[in-house]
């Protein structure tokens, strides 16, 4: 037997600091590692309740609060500042504003990137910002699937049996408003898959998902039923190795049954909700050299949704004004909000003896439209008084008044040009992120017109309004100026400082528009004892009228004119600290000053 040689291995292996020094403002990074391992809710929310130094107003119990969009907030932002990007693509619903215009499948997401403070110059405003990455496709197949279910059957009932209304809690009728036994989970379902691989090894790529949420929860016996559903398809195509062609689809529904149910609406007076389809991006990205890189694209969401009063367009709304009951019918109300963004980014590096740069700029085009019509089924509301005028039972009632209404539409539009420039400027333990943002935002109310009401075409008739485009705008240059020093290898200081302009909502200077939906209240003489408000029962004239409308003249101009106006600002300031334990644990505190100015409401 021979000697064997003698072979040493040495395997080096490389990890991330999770110490950033390049990152002088606040938030997190959630991965897809950390969202399919922490028991949660399977909803974006949640994240934003993990996240420090942000605030969420409910408890999402076992998904139950998935088909709703919680309210958020963080160290004094605004609500009407958040932000919502989709793989980089803007899509706020500006109808809204700082809300998100859909609903997501929770497995689609690669990561959930969540900022609460020093905002980059390609960032408009200091509210939160919520970007999600999706999957992409690779040079192998993968996929996965998943099925979750939680029964109604695994909760204790506290108040009442949603099935026969019985009292199975500690409580006595007097002590619960008439009819009602609690909330509780009936059944939901969270199923789903996705799926990508090449088609063309290292050139061409594609992804697809399907994810569906089934919600079905009782609000005392009422159903209040929420279904989402998304689907996603993605593919890039590499031409040559500097050039990447990316299209993305989505198609995120939500549909609902039983919207607004409680113990004063329930039934006929609960929403039915749908809405309408898609989002569409297309992008460009170009590596032009090791320190050049361009990227552009191109967002179409087309969203808007409808709500549906169950009890029809067709049947009276009555409301009891010692109970607070509604009964027979709702308010309707459809949306169509289309939005269009367009933008244009570039990195440029400079390698220096002692100092680097790091610069990004970019422009960007924002378009968002809003056409809605709202109103009272039938044009009507009849009021009444006393035990007996419960929905239940409104003919034991007492006519009180009657309400009328005009259908209200809204048409607007705003748009948003921007440009920016940032450089990051790394010398030694100091990073310093300097940036210029400018921003032009104005808004437009389009022509509209309403048709006479149903109920009452004498007191509103049909009318029209021809739009109107503003001479003024809200303008502003935002300045941003961070630092991060190290003093240490696993130590850092961190500071940040801006100035930011709010987001102007599409509506925010719609005010001159007479399709705005007036309302008249009279007195209720119900001549024919029938317990429904008639055409011709209003007794004199109405006790309450919608300012800006003259019932002499329907169509004459709202009185209410807007010269000018400044976009309010937020002024920050973040000093943090920040250690790293060891390669898996850092602990931190920052301190972050904002002030609110020059509100316009």
């Not at 939160?128 to 999706?134: E, R, S, Y």
């Not at 329930?266 to 898609?278: D, E, I």
């Not at 361009?294 to 709500?307: Q, R």
Request: glycine share 12%; net charge negative.
């Amino acid at each position: 037997m021979t000697l064997s040689t003698v072979e040493e291995t040495v395997t080096v292996t490389g990890t991330t600091p999770i110490v950033d020094v390049k990152n002088t403002g606040t938030g997190a990074n959630v991965s897809e590692e950390y969202m399919q391992s922490i028991p949660s809710a399977r909803d974006p929310w949640v994240m934003m309740q993990q996240t420090a130094g942000m605030q969420v107003d409910r408890e999402n119990v076992g998904g139950s609060e998935s088909g709703q969009q919680s309210g958020f907030g963080g160290t004094g932002t605004r609500g009407t500042d958040s932000m919502w990007t989709y793989d980089g693509a803007e899509m706020t619903d500006m109808s809204a504003t700082g809300a998100s215009p859909m609903y997501y499948d929770f497995d689609a997401f690669e990561e959930i990137s969540l900022s609460t403070g020093g905002n980059d110059p390609s960032v408009q405003s200091g509210g939160i910002k919520i970007n999600f990455v999706t999957k992409r496709g690779g040079n192998q197949w993968r996929g996965s699937a998943r099925f979750y279910v939680t029964p109604g059957d695994l909760q204790t009932r506290n108040v009442g049996d949603p099935d026969t209304g019985e009292l199975v809690g500690n409580y006595t009728e007097d002590e619960l408003f008439p009819g009602y036994i609690g909330n509780s989970i009936n059944n939901i379902k969270d199923f789903g898959g996705e799926l990508g691989g090449p088609i063309l090894r290292d050139r061409f790529f594609v992804w697809g998902a399907y994810g569906k949420q089934d919600i079905k929860q009782n609000v005392g016996q009422s159903a209040d039923d929420t279904q989402l559903t998304n689907i996603h398809a993605k593919a890039n195509l590499h031409l040559g190795d500097s050039v990447v062609l990316n299209y993305t689809f989505l198609d995120a529904k939500k549909t609902k049954q039983g919207r607004g149910a409680s113990a004063f609406r329930q039934g006929p007076t609960t929403h039915n909700q749908g809405g309408v389809c898609c989002i569409h991006t297309v992008k460009g990205q170009w590596t032009i050299n090791d320190n050049n890189y361009v990227e552009a694209s191109y967002n179409f969401t087309n969203l808007g949704f409808f709500l549906e009063p169950q009890g029809g367009r067709d049947t009276q709304v009555t409301y009891n004004l010692d109970t607070g009951v509604w009964g027979g019918s709702y308010f309707f109300y459809d949306a169509a909000r289309p939005l269009k963004n367009l933008r244009a980014d570039a990195n440029t590096y400079i390698a220096g003896a002692n100092v680097d740069h790091e610069l990004k700029y970019g422009f960007s085009w924002r378009n968002a439209e809003t056409s809605s019509v709202w109103g009272l089924a039938t044009g009507s509301a009849a009021y009444f008084v006393g035990e007996g005028a419960a929905h239940t039972n409104p003919t034991g009632g007492d006519a009180y008044a009657a309400r009328l209404t005009h259908d209200a539409l809204d048409n607007y539009k705003g748009v948003r040009t921007s440009v920016y420039v940032g450089d990051t400027i790394s010398a030694n333990r100091l990073t310093i992120n300097a940036g210029l943002r400018y921003d032009r935002q104005s808004s437009e109310s389009l022509p509209s017109a309403v048709e006479a009401s149903v109920f009452a075409p004498e007191f509103f008739p049909a009318q029209s309004f021809a739009g109107k485009s503003y001479d003024f705008a809200w303008t502003g240059i935002s300045p941003r100026i961070g630092l991060t020093y190290m003093l240490s290898d696993r130590t850092i200081l961190r500071a940040n400082a801006a100035r930011y302009y709010a987001q102007m909502g599409n509506g925010e200077f719609h005010l001159e528009n007479i399709t705005f939906g007036p309302t008249a209240v009279f007195d209720w003489v119900d001549a024919n004892g029938n317990n429904v408000f008639d055409p011709g029962e209003t007794d004199g004239a109405p006790w309450s009228l919608s300012a800006g409308f003259n019932p002499a003249d329907p169509n004459a101009p709202v009185d209410i004119t807007v010269n000018e106006t400044r976009p309010p600002t937020t002024d920050e300031l973040i000093i943090g600290i920040e250690h790293e334990l060891n390669r898996e644990l850092a602990v931190g505190a920052d301190f972050t000053y904002r002030k609110n100015d020059r509100e316009n409401w």
